[in-house]
């Protein structure tokens, strides 16, 4: 992965609660067998939201999820392409900042409205205040 800069950072921050929803709508979707008619949104949301990443960052490894489908391919096959590189990419932002996992359990980070809501958050050593200054908003501690 390449190193970013606080801007770019930032960028991925603001990006990473809609790829969140994308990947958590699909899984869902899957589960509930309520893909039908479904796929080629799905395709169009993920590549949107990639594109934007790109934007925020020159990373070969975010062109690499681009998603290539069969002409054959089915809406459960292009939801489930789609849920799978919408993961990827969380991954990928929660690399980027050192949360390792925050998307799928233990600590919570939650963005809105400028306001980050931190349970027991520290991004490589700076700890919420630091968080706060990357941010720039105001930080919230969970009690």
Known sequence: MAELGEEKL??????????????????????????QGTGDAAVRSFAGLQAAMAGATDDPYIQSLAITLDATAGDKEKVAAAGFAANQLVAYVEGQLGLGGVSTGGSSLIIEKGIVHSSDIT???????????LLGGRLEEDE
């Not at 930032?10 to 893909?35: C, F, M, N, Q, S």
């Not at 991004?123 to 200054?133: A, R």
């Open 10 to 35: 930032r960028a991925l921050i603001r990006l990473l609660p809609p790829v969140v929803a994308l990947g958590r709508d699909l899984k869902l979707a899957l589960h509930t067998e309520t893909y």
């Open 123 to 133: 991004i490589e050593g700076i700890g919420p205040e630091g968080l706060q200054k």
